[in-house]
Protein backbone atom coordinates (compact mmCIF):
# COMPACT_ATOMS: atom_id res chain seq x y z
CA UNK A 1 0.00 0.00 0.00
CA UNK A 2 1.24 3.80 -0.85
CA UNK A 3 -0.73 5.83 1.00
CA UNK A 4 1.29 9.06 -0.04
CA UNK A 5 1.72 8.63 -3.63
CA UNK A 6 -0.16 10.89 -6.09
CA UNK A 7 -1.33 9.93 -9.13
CA UNK A 8 -1.79 11.52 -12.45
CA UNK A 9 -2.65 10.66 -16.22
CA UNK A 10 -4.06 7.11 -15.92
CA UNK A 11 -4.62 4.66 -13.05
CA UNK A 12 -3.38 0.99 -13.83
CA UNK A 13 -6.10 -1.74 -13.40
CA UNK A 14 -6.80 -3.09 -10.21
CA UNK A 15 -5.99 -0.23 -8.02
CA UNK A 16 -8.74 -0.39 -5.05
CA UNK A 17 -9.44 2.16 -2.22
CA UNK A 18 -11.85 1.25 0.33
CA UNK A 19 -13.79 3.74 2.18
CA UNK A 20 -16.22 3.84 5.25
CA UNK A 21 -18.65 7.06 5.08
CA UNK A 22 -21.54 7.96 8.16
CA UNK A 23 -25.23 8.39 8.14
CA UNK A 24 -25.92 11.51 9.08
CA UNK A 25 -28.96 13.77 10.46
CA UNK A 26 -29.91 17.07 9.30
CA UNK A 27 -31.39 20.06 10.36
CA UNK A 28 -31.85 18.59 13.96
CA UNK A 29 -34.87 20.72 14.64
CA UNK A 30 -34.03 24.65 14.39
CA UNK A 31 -30.82 24.34 11.90
CA UNK A 32 -32.50 23.96 8.54
CA UNK A 33 -29.69 23.50 6.30
CA UNK A 34 -27.05 24.37 8.22
CA UNK A 35 -26.64 21.78 11.17
CA UNK A 36 -25.60 18.25 10.28
CA UNK A 37 -25.00 15.20 13.17
CA UNK A 38 -22.38 12.63 11.96
CA UNK A 39 -23.73 9.24 13.48
CA UNK A 40 -22.43 5.61 14.07
CA UNK A 41 -23.76 3.83 11.22
CA UNK A 42 -21.71 3.50 7.81
CA UNK A 43 -22.00 1.99 4.62
CA UNK A 44 -18.84 0.39 3.06
CA UNK A 45 -17.57 0.98 -0.35
CA UNK A 46 -15.01 -0.79 -2.19
CA UNK A 47 -13.79 0.80 -5.67
CA UNK A 48 -11.47 -0.55 -8.22
CA UNK A 49 -9.78 0.18 -11.48
CA UNK A 50 -11.33 -2.28 -14.11
CA UNK A 51 -10.24 -2.39 -17.98
CA UNK A 52 -14.06 -0.89 -19.06
CA UNK A 53 -17.41 -0.39 -17.80
CA UNK A 54 -18.98 1.72 -15.56
CA UNK A 55 -20.55 -0.84 -12.70
CA UNK A 56 -21.87 -0.64 -9.57
CA UNK A 57 -22.64 -3.55 -7.12
CA UNK A 58 -24.84 -3.00 -4.48
CA UNK A 59 -25.59 -5.57 -1.05
CA UNK A 60 -27.59 -4.63 1.40
CA UNK A 61 -30.23 -1.60 1.71
CA UNK A 62 -31.91 -0.45 -1.67
CA UNK A 63 -29.88 -3.28 -3.43
CA UNK A 64 -32.59 -4.08 -5.50
CA UNK A 65 -33.97 -0.31 -6.62
CA UNK A 66 -30.87 1.46 -7.21
CA UNK A 67 -29.13 1.69 -10.73
CA UNK A 68 -25.92 -0.10 -10.79
CA UNK A 69 -24.96 1.10 -14.75
CA UNK A 70 -22.95 4.73 -14.55
CA UNK A 71 -25.55 6.80 -13.48
CA UNK A 72 -25.41 4.93 -9.77
CA UNK A 73 -24.42 7.83 -7.97
CA UNK A 74 -21.12 6.71 -6.10
CA UNK A 75 -20.14 5.46 -8.87
CA UNK A 76 -21.11 9.56 -10.98
CA UNK A 77 -19.72 10.99 -7.64
CA UNK A 78 -15.88 8.87 -8.33
CA UNK A 79 -15.86 9.96 -11.76
CA UNK A 80 -16.67 13.33 -11.44
CA UNK A 81 -13.99 13.69 -8.46
CA UNK A 82 -11.61 11.86 -10.86
CA UNK A 83 -12.22 13.95 -14.01
CA UNK A 84 -11.32 17.24 -11.41
CA UNK A 85 -8.02 15.74 -10.51
CA UNK A 86 -7.21 15.05 -13.73
CA UNK A 87 -7.06 11.20 -13.34
CA UNK A 88 -8.51 8.97 -16.12
CA UNK A 89 -10.11 5.07 -15.42
CA UNK A 90 -10.82 3.03 -18.14
CA UNK A 91 -13.36 1.63 -15.95
CA UNK A 92 -14.65 1.55 -12.33
CA UNK A 93 -16.66 -1.23 -10.27
CA UNK A 94 -17.95 0.01 -7.17
CA UNK A 95 -18.94 -2.41 -4.31
CA UNK A 96 -21.28 -0.97 -1.55
CA UNK A 97 -22.59 -2.71 1.04
CA UNK A 98 -25.52 -0.40 2.03
CA UNK A 99 -26.84 -0.50 5.94
CA UNK A 100 -27.93 3.34 5.40
CA UNK A 101 -31.41 3.14 4.47
CA UNK A 102 -32.97 4.94 1.62
CA UNK A 103 -34.93 7.98 1.24
CA UNK A 104 -35.46 8.57 5.14
CA UNK A 105 -33.97 11.25 6.33
CA UNK A 106 -30.38 9.72 7.37
CA UNK A 107 -28.01 11.09 4.52
CA UNK A 108 -28.02 7.77 2.69
CA UNK A 109 -27.92 10.17 -0.73
CA UNK A 110 -24.78 12.27 0.47
CA UNK A 111 -22.98 8.82 1.70
CA UNK A 112 -22.95 7.87 -1.40
CA UNK A 113 -21.58 11.07 -3.06
CA UNK A 114 -19.26 11.69 -0.12
CA UNK A 115 -17.62 8.20 -0.63
CA UNK A 116 -17.19 8.39 -4.03
CA UNK A 117 -15.43 11.43 -3.84
CA UNK A 118 -13.26 10.05 -1.43
CA UNK A 119 -13.09 6.71 -2.79
CA UNK A 120 -11.47 9.20 -6.44
CA UNK A 121 -9.13 10.88 -3.90
CA UNK A 122 -7.74 7.36 -2.38
CA UNK A 123 -7.64 5.72 -6.01
CA UNK A 124 -5.60 9.06 -6.79
CA UNK A 125 -3.33 8.46 -4.04
CA UNK A 126 -4.46 11.45 -2.55
CA UNK A 127 -5.11 12.20 1.09
CA UNK A 128 -8.67 13.08 1.91
CA UNK A 129 -9.18 17.69 1.75
CA UNK A 130 -12.52 18.02 2.97
CA UNK A 131 -12.31 21.49 1.48
CA UNK A 132 -12.08 19.86 -2.10
CA UNK A 133 -14.91 17.07 -1.02
CA UNK A 134 -17.06 19.53 0.60
CA UNK A 135 -17.16 21.70 -2.72
CA UNK A 136 -17.53 18.58 -4.89
CA UNK A 137 -20.68 17.23 -2.60
CA UNK A 138 -22.32 20.31 -2.48
CA UNK A 139 -22.45 20.75 -5.57
CA UNK A 140 -23.96 17.59 -6.51
CA UNK A 141 -26.15 17.53 -3.46
CA UNK A 142 -27.71 20.63 -3.65
CA UNK A 143 -27.76 21.46 0.33
CA UNK A 144 -24.42 21.26 2.57
CA UNK A 145 -25.59 19.77 6.10
CA UNK A 146 -25.31 16.31 5.16
CA UNK A 147 -22.36 16.02 3.52
CA UNK A 148 -20.74 18.71 5.78
CA UNK A 149 -21.28 15.60 8.36
CA UNK A 150 -20.10 12.78 6.17
CA UNK A 151 -17.19 14.55 5.71
CA UNK A 152 -16.04 16.18 9.02
CA UNK A 153 -17.51 14.02 11.29
CA UNK A 154 -19.19 15.45 15.03
CA UNK A 155 -21.69 18.02 14.93
CA UNK A 156 -21.14 20.78 12.01
CA UNK A 157 -22.56 23.94 11.19
CA UNK A 158 -22.42 24.60 7.04
CA UNK A 159 -22.86 28.10 5.96
CA UNK A 160 -22.05 29.78 2.38
CA UNK A 161 -19.83 32.73 2.87
CA UNK A 162 -21.32 35.46 1.22
CA UNK A 163 -18.14 37.32 0.99
CA UNK A 164 -16.90 34.50 -1.30
CA UNK A 165 -18.34 35.73 -5.39
CA UNK A 166 -18.86 31.96 -5.43
CA UNK A 167 -20.47 31.65 -2.27
CA UNK A 168 -18.02 28.94 -1.22
CA UNK A 169 -19.56 26.37 1.79
CA UNK A 170 -17.38 26.56 5.17
CA UNK A 171 -17.61 24.23 7.73
CA UNK A 172 -17.62 25.10 12.13
CA UNK A 173 -17.34 21.50 14.29
CA UNK A 174 -18.84 22.30 17.43
CA UNK A 175 -17.91 20.03 20.00
CA UNK A 176 -20.40 17.50 21.70
CA UNK A 177 -20.48 16.46 25.41
CA UNK A 178 -19.84 12.72 25.53
CA UNK A 179 -23.04 11.65 27.34
CA UNK A 180 -25.15 12.75 24.10
CA UNK A 181 -26.22 10.21 21.99
CA UNK A 182 -29.34 9.61 19.01
CA UNK A 183 -32.35 7.40 19.29
CA UNK A 184 -33.76 6.82 15.52
CA UNK A 185 -37.39 5.72 14.77
CA UNK A 186 -37.43 4.66 10.93
CA UNK A 187 -40.64 4.26 9.29
CA UNK A 188 -41.06 1.41 6.70
CA UNK A 189 -42.22 3.58 3.59
CA UNK A 190 -39.69 6.22 2.29
CA UNK A 191 -40.37 10.24 1.27
CA UNK A 192 -38.18 11.71 -1.38
CA UNK A 193 -36.32 14.72 -0.29
CA UNK A 194 -37.71 16.30 -3.10
CA UNK A 195 -41.58 16.00 -1.89
CA UNK A 196 -40.42 16.99 1.17
CA UNK A 197 -38.38 19.86 -0.35
CA UNK A 198 -41.37 20.85 -2.46
CA UNK A 199 -43.69 21.45 0.80
CA UNK A 200 -41.85 24.06 1.78
CA UNK A 201 -43.02 27.75 1.85
CA UNK A 202 -41.07 30.64 -0.06
CA UNK A 203 -41.58 32.91 3.16
CA UNK A 204 -42.08 32.47 6.55
CA UNK A 205 -43.24 34.96 9.48
CA UNK A 206 -40.69 37.03 11.02
CA UNK A 207 -41.54 36.32 14.14
CA UNK A 208 -41.38 32.23 12.98
CA UNK A 209 -37.94 33.40 11.87
CA UNK A 210 -36.82 35.10 15.06
CA UNK A 211 -37.75 32.79 17.32
CA UNK A 212 -36.04 29.69 15.51
CA UNK A 213 -32.70 31.52 15.34
CA UNK A 214 -32.89 31.79 19.28
CA UNK A 215 -33.09 28.01 19.25
CA UNK A 216 -30.54 27.40 16.37
CA UNK A 217 -28.03 28.96 18.33
CA UNK A 218 -29.77 27.74 21.84
CA UNK A 219 -29.13 24.18 20.31
CA UNK A 220 -25.17 24.73 20.14
CA UNK A 221 -24.91 25.32 23.60
CA UNK A 222 -27.26 22.50 24.52
CA UNK A 223 -24.81 20.07 22.60
CA UNK A 224 -21.66 21.46 23.55
CA UNK A 225 -22.72 22.31 27.18
CA UNK A 226 -26.09 21.65 29.00
CA UNK A 227 -28.23 18.89 27.88
CA UNK A 228 -31.24 19.48 29.67
CA UNK A 229 -31.74 22.22 27.10
CA UNK A 230 -31.84 20.06 24.35
CA UNK A 231 -35.91 19.80 24.08
CA UNK A 232 -36.56 23.84 23.55
CA UNK A 233 -33.17 24.06 21.97
CA UNK A 234 -34.47 21.52 19.55
CA UNK A 235 -38.01 23.24 18.71
CA UNK A 236 -38.13 24.26 14.90
CA UNK A 237 -40.69 26.64 12.77
CA UNK A 238 -39.22 26.62 9.45
CA UNK A 239 -39.80 23.13 8.08
CA UNK A 240 -41.47 20.20 9.94
CA UNK A 241 -44.97 21.54 10.51
CA UNK A 242 -44.82 22.24 6.95
CA UNK A 243 -43.68 18.31 5.87
CA UNK A 244 -45.89 17.03 8.25
CA UNK A 245 -48.41 15.91 5.56
CA UNK A 246 -46.38 13.73 3.96
CA UNK A 247 -45.18 11.73 7.01
CA UNK A 248 -48.18 11.98 9.53
CA UNK A 249 -46.69 9.06 11.69
CA UNK A 250 -43.54 10.54 12.18
CA UNK A 251 -45.39 13.71 13.23
CA UNK A 252 -47.33 12.56 15.44
CA UNK A 253 -44.50 10.25 16.90
CA UNK A 254 -41.99 13.46 17.06
CA UNK A 255 -45.59 15.40 19.16
CA UNK A 256 -45.57 12.41 21.37
CA UNK A 257 -41.88 12.37 22.66
CA UNK A 258 -41.73 15.93 22.89
CA UNK A 259 -45.26 16.11 25.09
CA UNK A 260 -43.15 13.79 27.63
CA UNK A 261 -40.34 15.99 27.59
CA UNK A 262 -37.95 14.24 24.50
CA UNK A 263 -35.53 16.26 22.11
CA UNK A 264 -37.80 14.86 19.47
CA UNK A 265 -37.42 15.67 16.17
CA UNK A 266 -37.22 15.20 12.06
CA UNK A 267 -34.15 13.82 10.80
CA UNK A 268 -33.29 16.01 8.13
CA UNK A 269 -35.92 15.91 5.53
CA UNK A 270 -37.94 12.63 7.39
CA UNK A 271 -39.62 11.08 7.72
CA UNK A 272 -37.20 9.37 10.23
CA UNK A 273 -37.81 10.25 14.16
CA UNK A 274 -34.61 11.39 16.03
CA UNK A 275 -34.61 12.41 19.54
CA UNK A 276 -31.14 13.94 21.22
CA UNK A 277 -30.99 12.60 24.96
CA UNK A 278 -28.47 11.46 26.98
CA UNK A 279 -27.00 8.12 27.65
CA UNK A 280 -29.45 7.45 30.28
CA UNK A 281 -32.32 7.36 28.58
CA UNK A 282 -31.60 5.73 25.56
CA UNK A 283 -32.62 2.21 26.68
CA UNK A 284 -36.44 4.00 27.85
CA UNK A 285 -36.18 5.54 24.76
CA UNK A 286 -35.68 2.17 22.59
CA UNK A 287 -38.81 0.51 24.92
CA UNK A 288 -41.05 2.50 24.05
CA UNK A 289 -44.20 1.25 21.66
CA UNK A 290 -43.52 2.48 18.37
CA UNK A 291 -45.33 0.16 16.43
CA UNK A 292 -44.28 0.93 12.37
CA UNK A 293 -41.10 1.88 13.61
CA UNK A 294 -37.73 0.52 13.37
CA UNK A 295 -35.47 1.94 16.35
CA UNK A 296 -31.77 1.93 17.56
CA UNK A 297 -29.62 4.12 19.81
CA UNK A 298 -26.68 5.47 17.97
CA UNK A 299 -23.77 7.31 19.25
CA UNK A 300 -22.53 10.36 17.49
CA UNK A 301 -19.70 9.14 14.94
CA UNK A 302 -16.32 10.31 12.55
CA UNK A 303 -16.35 11.42 8.95
CA UNK A 304 -15.30 9.05 6.15
CA UNK A 305 -12.59 7.58 6.18
CA UNK A 306 -10.01 5.76 3.96
CA UNK A 307 -9.77 2.03 5.12
CA UNK A 308 -7.24 0.72 2.80
CA UNK A 309 -5.97 1.72 -0.77
CA UNK A 310 -3.65 -1.17 -2.78
CA UNK A 311 -2.16 -1.26 -6.23
CA UNK A 312 -3.61 -4.97 -6.85
CA UNK A 313 -5.31 -7.34 -4.38
CA UNK A 314 -5.60 -5.68 -0.64
N1 LIG B 1 -31.67 20.11 5.02
C1 LIG B 1 -32.22 19.19 4.08
C2 LIG B 1 -33.73 19.27 4.09
C3 LIG B 1 -31.78 17.79 4.43
O1 LIG B 1 -34.29 19.32 5.18
O2 LIG B 1 -34.33 19.30 3.03
C4 LIG B 1 -32.21 16.79 3.41
O3 LIG B 1 -31.54 15.58 3.65
Request: overall charge negative.
Amino acid sequence: MRETEEETGSLAVGTRAVVDVPATSANLGPGFDCFGLALEWHDRVGLEVIEDGFVAEVTGEGADQVLTDERHLIVSSARAGLADLGVEVPGLRVRSHNTIPHGRGLGSSSAAIVAGLAGALALAGRALDPDWLLRHANRIEGHPDNVAAAIHGGFVLAYADERDPEGTVRVAGVPVLPEISAVVWVPAAPVATEVARGLLPATVPHADAAANAGRAALLVHAMSADPSLLPAATRDWLHQSYRAPAMPDSAELVRRLRADGHAALISGAGPTVLALTRGDEVAGLIARDTPGFAVRGLRTGGGVRVVARAEREL
